[in-house]
């Protein structure tokens, strides 16, 4: 094959790159626009306080844990909505949507019930006793205006298991602007507001997610898609498509829980060694989030993709395209490993205070550490979102969810046992992280590979 042909067969075929970026383009710029929307929190906060930076990042995470059993589970619904579609059974698809519904207004009062117990943990962790308050104070707002959020993202994974992302997009871009104006006149105090820091910072945040969320639903339950899709006869609870639901969801939702409740433990134990390392990995973790967020709209195309190829029975088609998410992130992902390894400092010094104090000072050097040993593994990533939602939307959650959740409670232990029983430094402590990482990746490659992903049916089981 002549190297013209490959590049025909890459990005023209059906299942190549430009049919992966014409769905998964505006849910990279989309979830860039999510990360650009937390970065400002912190950024604008780092200028007023770095303990209130931090407590965004602590705060930030605890939420997340309470909420992503429930985002991983009615996530599932894109990857069902997409195998509908694939399957030309239109009408299932707002019925698939509307059971993720029913998910996320059940998860709204349990996150609120449950916010004792995420503050408890800030004291177990040893979190500076400065940044409890401020986290505590995000937490609760966060979690009280959580229900738009979770409608958000039920009603983005509709649009993208049909295909149509860049209404997700544009509801993001709406998400940002509302977020960053609110940011800068409620954390700051202008026009007339009183300064509120990492309060006006939540509620900007909770603002932005409604407004996404008000887009898309009108979007929703507008003529063209309630008549090509029959919306209006989606709005009842449906068993046989719950049952799916929680079958397939289920797995996806407690591997995104434990994932992130053990991203949020090797958080806590960077911030438990005092106020100088947890201004550093704070600043770390920021920028890989940045890094890390857009690749998250290629793992969600790809999983669409792959669910439509897998409704229609083109398996071959489904392959192909995960090898070209693959591609695309790989490329994605170099640049960020250039820019990580070739100006740390620059990336450090964004978030120097107006009034640089002791603790930054001191964080910095280390901070540019902690990026230089990131850009070892942001290579990886591409290939383990790619693999990660290619067998989601087969149907293969309960692999990815076992293997997923054993890998990074084995962070943790690793990372445990370095920094509080070995005491070794913290960069060659994220060092030991970053080679296991890349090992995580072969594992995966092994499962999709074996190809038992292939012969799971989902709409016809």
Known sequence: MSIQTYIHNSYHKAGGIKELMHLALPMIISMALDGIMIFTDRLFLAKV???????????????QVLLFFFFGLTGYSNALVAQYFGANEKSQAPKATFQAMIVAL???PLTILFRPVAISFFGWMNTPAAQIGFQTIYLNILAWACIFGLLRHVLANYFTGIGKTRIVMNSTIAALVVNIILDYILIFGKIGF?????????????????????MLFFTYIGKKNRTEF??????RFNWEVMKKLLYYGSPAGLEMFLNFLAFYLMVALFHGQGEIIATASTIMFNWDMISFI????IEIGITSLVGRYMGAQKVHLAERSTFSAIKVGLIFSTFTMLVFMLIP????????????????QQAAPISVSLIRVASLYVLSEAVMISFVGALRGAGDTYFTMF???GVHWLFVGILYLSLNVFHISVPTSWFFIAVFYLAFCGVLYWRFKGGKWKNIHIINS
Do not use: C, H, R, Y
């Open 106 to 108: 059940t998860a709204w």
């Open 49 to 63: 306080d770095p303990l209130q930076m931090n407590a965004t990042l602590g705060g930030g995470l605890a939420i």
């Open 294 to 297: 857009p690749l998250i709209g």
């Open 194 to 214: 009183e300064p509120m820091g990492i309060k006006g910072a939540a509620i900007a945040t909770v603002s932005g997610e409604a407004a996404a969320m008000l």
């Open 403 to 405: 293997a997923s959740i």
């Open 345 to 360: 400092e620059l990336l450090v010094s964004v978030f120097k205070p107006e009034n640089a104090d002791s603790i930054f």
């Open 230 to 235: 029959s919306v209006m006869d989606s709005f």
